[in-house]
């Protein structure tokens, strides 16, 4: 082709620019195309197309000038390209897509990308955070030079363990994001920021907490079947002889006697309730590891005469023990008129109970304490607040685990725990918000539920000394306190009685003289309660045995019968209890005569 013109094709955008530079030439006489290049499509000369790009130089001798063309073929270099934006498309694509959230930080921790999922779970568009920094764009836990520490010491190569990371979304709300962060690099290696992915586990992290915390509750809940028994029995001693003084209380004469006898009726009622209430914890906790199949217990309670029961059981602390150091705490109620809820009175008593007793606790020089009802939606709520030393985050988060106490070894840490297991049984939630040194608030939402037909709880009534058939009555325990409450019972109310302090014992007063009922513990030393019923009914199958039990035991009536018990009776149990039981066994043993 040397020395032979040269036909070709200049695409059409560059005609008006070849024409400028031809018209120089005419008139100046300098040819100057250097610099310029464009693309086209050539032809092979087997008539298959190809990319090509042509690319122009001039220049001049004395008298003449010079005009050079290369074409290249870029075939290779139009396929790469195109593989390239291939493989950018692609990585769009998955950072798109991707369900993890991918932010990624200059080196001074400014955003330079940030992914959908990232927008979804943050609620802050790309464009509200890009060229910001993350800190001042997204609230965290982290300060803003602990997080900088962190970026650095990721863009210097040392290792940082994945981490969590508590964020506030835009909407106000709080997740957790299990996050790692690595080097960001250009395509020369050069390291020029952070990449950081993240995986919201709010949902996964509340449910494992509601795992740790039913785990926690079960082994509690082995743990207290190991000393129930005996706390039982004192509970048995404590609740029955509190009965015993009210039965045994007249109206005194004269105005000054009838004021001491309502006070002392009254502080009866309050023992009374205390020692109830100390059994319930005590069956909720063996419960713990029980799931309710429904709610045939619960009664429709009237949560404002909860709190004033509650205010009634911790007087003592918050007024006159207090006012004689005196120290002044200040008790205010804001009940609103709300619906009744479904549940158990004792268990709620308890629940509030424990909060009143911490929050003054958390105020050793006096405070105050407020106490408010009110309804929300499809709930009942209830808030305690208090102006107390407040609780660090490290402490609200375990508040709620077994044994877990700040107040030293003079607190079992029970107290809040049982209270979680008694929302959670009552399908509430309760809530802690406390900062060190500002105050805490509780909050308690109880689910309104149909409670028409539901009985209210009955205050207790003191029991009355009625007229009865008598009966010959066998009681063998090896607790003397119990022993003794049951024998005088029984005898206020004109049975004849026997006593026996074990199985052994009893059987051989069994067999000198007739008996129509027998009594007898469950957990004794020597021979157990069980094998006690079995030889009563060798000896005497007509005899009625109730046996009594601190282990919250429950039978069928086929499990009775073949384990010759016609009663069972836990402890702790009042007077009327006991009365019923030998009302029962005279009734069938009529019967069957």
Same mark, same amino acid.
């Given at each position: 082709?040397?020395?032979?013109?040269?036909?070709?094709?200049?695409?059409?955008?560059?005609?008006?620019?070849?024409?400028?530079?031809?018209?120089?030439?005419?008139?100046?006489?300098?040819?100057?195309?250097?610099?310029?290049?464009?693309?086209?499509?050539?032809?092979?000369?087997?008539?298959?197309?190809?990319?090509?790009?042509?690319?122009?130089?001039?220049?001049?001798?004395?008298?003449?000038?010079?005009?050079?063309?290369?074409?290249?073929?870029?075939?290779?270099?139009?396929?790469?390209?195109?593989?390239?934006?291939?493989?950018?498309?692609?990585?769009?694509?998955?950072?798109?897509?991707?369900?993890?959230? /991918?932010?990624?930080?200059?080196?001074?921790?400014?955003?330079?990308?940030?992914?959908?999922?990232?927008?979804?779970?943050?609620?802050?568009?790309?464009?509200?955070?890009?060229?910001?920094?993350?800190?001042?764009?997204?609230?965290?836990?982290?300060?803003?030079?602990?997080?900088?520490?962190?970026?650095?010491?990721?863009?210097?190569?040392?290792?940082?363990?994945?981490?969590?990371?508590?964020?506030?979304?835009?909407?106000?709300?709080?997740?957790?994001?299990?996050?790692?962060?690595?080097?960001?690099?250009?395509?020369?290696?050069?390291?020029?920021?952070?990449?950081?992915?993240?995986?919201?586990?709010?949902?996964?992290?509340?449910?494992?907490?509601?795992?740790?915390?039913?785990?926690?509750?079960?082994?509690?809940?082995?743990?207290?079947?190991?000393?129930?028994?005996?706390?039982?029995?004192?509970?048995?001693?404590?609740?029955?002889?509190?009965?015993?003084?009210?039965?045994?209380?007249?109206?005194?004469?004269?105005?000054?006697?009838?004021?001491?006898?309502?006070?002392?009726?009254?502080?009866?009622?309050? /023992?009374?309730?205390?020692?109830?209430?100390?059994?319930?914890?005590?069956?909720?906790?063996?419960?713990?590891?029980?799931?309710?199949?429904?709610?045939?217990?619960?009664?429709?309670?009237?949560?404002?005469?909860?709190?004033?029961?509650?205010?009634?059981?911790?007087?003592?602390?918050?007024?006159?023990?207090?006012?004689?150091?005196?120290?002044?705490?200040?008790?205010?109620?804001?009940?609103?008129?709300?619906?009744?809820?479904?549940?158990?009175?004792?268990?709620?008593?308890?629940?509030?109970?424990?909060?009143?007793?911490?929050?003054?606790?958390?105020?050793?020089?006096?405070?105050?304490?407020?106490?408010?009802?009110?309804?929300?939606?499809?709930?009942?709520?209830?808030?305690?607040?208090?102006?107390?030393?407040?609780?660090?985050?490290?402490?609200?988060?375990?508040?709620?685990?077994?044994?877990?106490?700040?107040?030293?070894?003079?607190?079992?840490?029970?107290?809040?725990?049982?209270?979680?297991?008694? /929302?959670?049984?009552?399908?509430?939630? /309760?809530?802690?918000?406390?900062?060190?040194?500002?105050?805490?608030?509780?909050?308690?939402?109880?689910?309104?539920?149909?409670?028409?037909?539901?009985?209210?709880?009955?205050?207790?009534?003191?029991?009355?000394?009625?007229?009865?058939?008598?009966?010959?009555?066998?009681?063998?325990?090896?607790?003397?306190?119990?022993?003794?409450?049951?024998?005088?019972?029984?005898?206020?109310?004109?049975?004849?009685?026997?006593?026996?302090?074990?199985?052994?014992?009893?059987?051989?007063?069994?067999?000198?003289?007739?008996?129509?009922?027998?009594?007898?513990?469950?957990?004794?030393?020597?021979?157990?309660?069980?094998?006690?019923?079995?030889?009563?009914?060798?000896?005497?199958?007509?005899?009625?045995?109730?046996?009594?039990?601190?282990?919250?035991?429950?039978?069928?009536?086929?499990?009775?019968?073949?384990?010759?018990?016609?009663?069972?009776?836990?402890?702790?149990?009042?007077?009327?209890?006991?009365?019923?039981?030998?009302?029962?066994?005279?009734?069938?043993?009529?019967?069957?005569?």
């Amino acid at each position: 082709m040397l020395g032979k013109p040269l036909t070709l094709i200049i695409p059409e955008r560059y005609h008006e620019y070849m024409q400028g530079g031809l018209e120089r030439v005419v008139s100046t006489g300098v040819f100057d195309l250097g610099g310029i290049s464009f693309e086209f499509t050539g032809l092979r000369k087997s008539g298959e197309e190809f990319p090509a790009e042509m690319s122009f130089a001039t220049w001049k001798s004395r008298h003449e000038v010079f005009f050079s063309c290369i074409v290249r073929d870029i075939s290779e270099r139009k396929r790469a390209d195109k593989a390239l934006q291939q493989e950018k498309e692609f990585t769009r694509t998955i950072i798109e897509t991707a369900d993890v959230i /991918i932010i990624a930080l200059d080196l001074e921790d400014k955003v330079i990308l940030f992914n959908r999922k990232a927008e979804e779970v943050t609620g802050y568009c790309r464009d509200e955070v890009l060229g910001k920094e993350l800190l001042k764009t997204i609230p965290m836990r982290m300060d803003r030079e602990a997080f900088a520490k962190m970026t650095q010491e990721i863009t210097s190569g040392a290792a940082v363990s994945p981490y969590h990371q508590f964020i506030t979304t835009k909407s106000g709300e709080e997740k957790i994001i299990f996050t790692r962060g690595t080097q960001l690099k250009d395509t020369e290696g050069r390291v020029i920021g952070v990449l950081e992915t993240g995986v919201d586990v709010t949902e996964q992290r509340s449910m494992e907490t509601k795992l740790l915390q039913a785990e926690k509750l079960r082994d509690l809940g082995e743990l207290a079947g190991g000393v129930a028994h005996d706390f039982n029995n004192v509970l048995a001693a404590i609740l029955g002889r509190a009965q015993l003084l009210r039965m045994h209380l007249e109206e005194f004469a004269g105005s000054e006697r009838r004021k001491a006898y309502h006070e002392l009726k009254q502080g009866l009622e309050v /023992i009374e309730r205390a020692a109830a209430d100390g059994a319930e914890t005590v069956r909720r906790i063996q419960e713990f590891a029980r799931i309710r199949p429904d709610d045939k217990d619960a009664v429709a309670v009237d949560i404002n005469k909860v709190v004033a029961q509650a205010l009634d059981l911790t007087r003592g602390r918050w007024k006159d023990e207090a006012e004689l150091k005196g120290i002044y705490f200040t008790i205010v109620k804001q009940l609103s008129d709300v619906p009744p809820i479904l549940g158990s009175p004792a268990e709620l008593r308890e629940v509030l109970t424990n909060l009143i007793n911490n929050s003054l606790d958390a105020m050793p020089g006096g405070g105050t304490i407020r106490v408010e009802t009110f309804k929300e939606h499809t709930h009942v709520c209830l808030r305690l607040t208090d102006t107390g030393s407040g609780m660090p985050p490290h402490v609200v988060e375990r508040i709620f685990d077994p044994f877990f106490t700040t107040k030293g070894p003079q607190s079992t840490g029970l107290g809040m725990s049982v209270s979680y297991g008694i /929302i959670t049984r009552h399908q509430g939630t /309760i809530t802690v918000e406390s900062k060190d040194g500002s105050g805490t608030v509780f909050v308690i939402r109880f689910p309104l539920k149909e409670i028409e037909k539901v009985s209210q709880e009955e205050p207790p009534q003191a029991v009355k000394k009625t007229e009865t058939e008598t009966a010959a009555i066998l009681i063998i325990d090896d607790e003397e306190d119990v022993r003794e409450l049951l024998r005088d019972i029984l005898t206020m109310h004109g049975h004849e009685v026997a006593a026996a302090r074990d199985g052994r014992q009893g059987l051989e007063i069994l067999a000198s003289r007739a008996f129509d009922m027998v009594f007898t513990d469950l957990g004794m030393p020597g021979m157990s309660g069980w094998e006690v019923a079995t030889e009563v009914k060798k000896i005497a199958p007509e005899v009625a045995v109730a046996l009594i039990t601190g282990w919250g035991i429950n039978l069928d009536k086929d499990d009775m019968e073949k384990s010759s018990v016609n009663h069972i009776l836990n402890k702790p149990f009042t007077v009327d209890d006991i009365l019923r039981l030998v009302r029962e066994a005279l009734t069938l043993k009529k019967m069957k005569e």
